[in-house]
């Protein structure tokens, strides 16, 4: 009898130590989860565009809303953006940088005359979004359209069907045995879903089971893969053409999944194997919301089954993955699902419906979120333009884009339908659409490994991070360890060092760095003449594999068109130029050094013809010496009075090193304006300098001084400079004005804050062009709340 209790001890022991460390391996999943997604910060990005269609020589003005990806909260991390357009062969044919603050940011480019007629990809992004890759950057496609250009509306139509039918197992793997629910989605060559009707057969070209898409594509079927046997899918389109398709293989083993949408509050996840094993196989799940809310949990193989039940209000909003994982980590299967929002941001404007031309129009504007009892501060931009009869596609409103298309792969289509249409038979759509378009923001094995992962792109904190690299000018090798300085002729005077690493990098972190500008790029002349640097461009050159639609062109738009590129020409000749918001500089604005310990405006003082004169006749804390034919200047150390540094110190002219101290000594001073010192060692980054000598000409160009020719100058563009939109207000007499206004983007406001009762005011007058005019408004609160509205006005001709 003792033997059997101590027999019945030691199972229990055993079995209570198994379940211990069941307990611990849920908890650790859970735990290196959260570990991962706490550093792995991610932002998302939504832009929204004036206008869906454009002429060349247009502008497209854009309004950035940077998110964090997991709360859709503003992230103040990224303070540059950057915004491409793209062609269908990804080929940048505009790029340009803007600023952000606050996760937000705004601005305009101007479309060339030497783009086709076309659809183009809109992609924006930050530097930190590049860790995860080109399918998480903001896309949009626009139609651009090049009026001077003959198009062949034809071109298109001479090319051969094309369609594209994928299929998608549930969980992801066809298992023999074991059946499956396959979704599947089929695009013709405009990238748009098809309508057909199909059949699965088998290697004997028996039908196994008939299947035609629902919406855009998109459908299911169930299918047993039987042992030995292949299959296909033979579809008819309407036209009556066939095609055939290859279903994947269908493993010998391996897992399945299924879930079902048991009840209001549960879900059911089924596992079903073919294993064998003469233990108990642990599968684990875990769900997580955007790498939010994540949870995980334990069950035993039981028949080659196991079901695990998940309550469906610890799931957060929007789309939840639910992976499948064996007790290596590996996971087996994975599924997304989706749970609609309960709050939405419900924007409204009151507006009239008719106008006569240079009309003032008042527009209210409210904004308010669902269930919630008191109003926040939303954030909002506005877009009023002409809804002419040329057809162009629409962008997806921010709702859409936030909850659906930046969490799903590839490009999807109408992502607005599934939040306008609330019922059971679009959630089972949706549900579809979570099947066809898996998604992931980061790689599994990234989430348990024992070290973290070194993200390769620094987040743009404080400026923007122009990167290079030091070679060797005669073999290319990358440099090491190598002093290079990149400044540019600007006022304030502003320099930027960096030391090369290992693989020769350098990056410089630049603040305030506007416009376009040319900057000089060198190494320490006096000691290294062997290396040169390469700048890199900071725009990716990854792209995703979301298809742009083909462009169509109507005969029947050509008297539009006509209408429209006039009013264009008419609007670049007669309104002003776009205004450029320029804050006030001070006349004496501080250099990256600081205030100088010395500063002389040689004005001041009885001029001298030469620069060794005005030195040692003017400035103090300057020791001229001149060893071996050879100027040098010694500084005077501030702390330590008749005690002078024994090299050299940083020399500047109009804030660029010079290392020839003899070229400055050669300079006409009646070409420099001023002169500053300081008396001490500075410390700039990895460098010291003993002082600095700080000479300025008149008008910061350098005043015809010759850089040395090892100096590289090039151009680079900075950030955009903030430009203003122009809207003409006629409601100071100016009503009957001769010149003529035929603007067909009546305003664009990007940043408009709703008041604590969530309200807003915006007023603007209508054009000389009569016609049905769009009004898009975008919109989120500090909390992630989203909403947008699409409404419309007509304006008529006046009768005065």
């Known amino acids: 009898m003792k033997r059997i209790l101590f027999y019945c001890c030691m199972l229990l022991c055993a079995a209570l130590s198994a379940k211990a460390q069941d307990d611990a391996m849920v908890k650790s999943i859970q735990y290196r989860f959260g570990l991962y997604a706490e550093k792995a910060l991610q932002e998302k990005m939504y832009v929204h565009l004036d206008r869906p269609l454009y002429l060349i020589g247009e502008t497209i003005w854009f309004k950035a809303y940077n998110l964090n990806a997991s709360s859709h909260q503003f992230v103040d991390v990224s303070k540059v953006a950057y915004l491409e357009v793209l062609d269908a062969e990804n080929n940048a044919l505009i790029q340009t940088k803007f600023s952000l603050a606050e996760g937000k940011g705004d601005g305009s480019i101007l479309i060339p005359s030497t783009i086709a007629s076309g659809k183009y990809k809109v992609r924006c992004y930050t530097n930190w979004m590049k860790n995860y890759g080109p399918e998480y950057f903001f896309e949009s496609s626009i139609s651009i359209v090049n009026p001077f250009v003959r198009f062949d509306p034809d071109r298109l139509a001479k090319e051969a069907e094309k369609y594209d039918v994928q299929f998608f197992p549930e969980g992801g793997y066809l298992v023999q045995g074991i059946e499956s629910k396959v979704a599947f989605r089929a695009i013709g060559k405009e990238g748009t879903g098809i309508s057909f009707i199909g059949d699965i057969v088998n290697s004997q070209n028996e039908s196994i089971t008939k299947f035609q898409p629902e919406k855009n594509g998109i459908g299911f079927f169930t299918l047993k893969p039987e042992s030995g046997t292949t299959y296909n899918a033979v579809i008819k389109d309407g036209k009556g053409q066939q095609f055939t398709f290859p279903l994947p293989k269908a493993e010998e083993r391996g897992y399945v999944m299924q879930l079902k949408d048991s009840t209001n509050k549960l879900l059911k996840v089924t596992v079903t194997a073919t294993v064998v094993s003469d233990e108990p196989v642990p599968v684990y799940l875990m769900s997580h919301t955007r790498q939010l809310n994540a949870s995980a949990d334990r069950k035993y193989l039981k028949n080659n089954k196991a079901v695990f039940v998940l309550d469906k209000s610890k799931l957060g909003e929007g789309i939840s993955h639910i992976t499948i994982f064996n007790e290596k980590l590996k996971p087996l299967c994975e599924r997304l699902y989706f749970k609609r929002p309960a709050k939405e941001l419900a924007i409204e404007a009151t507006i009239k419906n008719a106008f006569v031309t240079r009309e003032k129009v008042n527009m209210d504007i409210s904004a308010a979120v669902s269930s919630a009892r008191a109003s926040e501060l939303a954030n909002v931009s506005v877009a009023v333009y002409l809804a002419d009869s040329i057809v162009s596609q629409p962008q997806s409103d921010i709702t859409s884009h936030l909850w659906l298309s930046s969490d799903l792969k590839g490009s999807v289509e109408s992502p607005e339908y599934y939040f306008s249409n609330n019922n059971a038979d679009t959630d089972r759509q949706l549900d579809n659409l979570m099947l066809t378009h898996g998604w992931r923001r980061f790689k599994w094995e990234n989430v348990f490994v024992g070290q973290a992962v070194p993200f390769e792109f620094l987040p743009e904190f404080d400026g923007h991070l122009i990167q290079g690299r030091v070679i060797n000018k005669i073999d290319s090798t990358?440099?090491?360890?190598?002093?290079?300085?990149?400044?540019?002729?600007?006022?304030?005077?502003?320099?930027?060092?960096?030391?090369?690493?290992?693989?020769?990098?350098?990056?410089?972190?630049?603040?305030?760095?506007?416009?376009?500008?040319?900057?000089?790029?060198?190494?320490?002349?006096?000691?290294?003449s062997t290396h040169r640097i390469e700048i890199a461009s900071p725009f990716f050159k990854q792209f995703a594999t979301r298809p742009l639609a083909p462009f169509v062109f109507s005969k029947t738009w050509e008297n539009q068109l006509l209408t429209r590129a006039i009013n264009m020409q008419t609007a670049n000749v007669f309104l002003p130029p776009v205004v450029v918001e320029q804050k006030a500089t001070l006349a004496d604005s501080v250099a990256f050094f600081g205030v100088p310990d010395e500063k002389y405006f040689l004005d001041d003082f009885t001029r001298f013809p030469t620069m060794e004169e005005v030195l040692r006749e003017y400035v103090r804390g300057v020791l001229v010496r001149k060893r071996q034919k050879e100027f040098h200047f010694r500084m005077v150390d501030k702390l330590l009075p008749n005690t002078f540094y024994t090299t050299d110190p940083l020399v500047l002219l109009d804030g660029i090193p010079i290392f020839d101290t003899d070229k400055i000594m050669e300079m006409d001073p009646l070409k420099i304006k001023k002169i500053e010192v300081l008396n001490s060692r500075y410390f700039l980054g990895p460098m010291t300098f003993t002082g600095i000598a700080s000479f300025s000409t008149y008008r910061n160009d350098l005043a015809g001084f010759e850089l040395d020719p090892k100096v590289t100058v090039i151009p680079y563009e900075g950030v955009q400079v903030q430009r203003e939109f122009y809207s003409p207000r006629y409601d100071k007499g100016n009503a009957d004005s001769r010149i003529p206004d035929f603007r067909n983007l009546l305003h664009w406001a990007p940043n408009i804050t709703t008041d604590a009762s969530g309200k807003a005011k915006l007023d603007f007058y209508t054009s000389d062009q009569t016609g049905r005019y769009q009004v898009v408004i975008q919109g989120i609160t500090p909390s992630g709340v989203s909403g947008s509205k699409t409404l419309s006005f007509n304006v008529g001709k006046s009768s005065l």
């Open 478 to 528: 990358p440099a090491k360890g190598v002093d290079t300085y990149l400044a540019a002729l600007d006022f304030p005077a502003r320099l930027y060092v960096a030391q090369s690493d290992q693989k020769g990098n350098v990056m410089y972190e630049v603040r305030k760095f506007t416009g376009p500008k040319e900057i000089t790029l060198q190494t320490n002349l006096n000691m290294d």
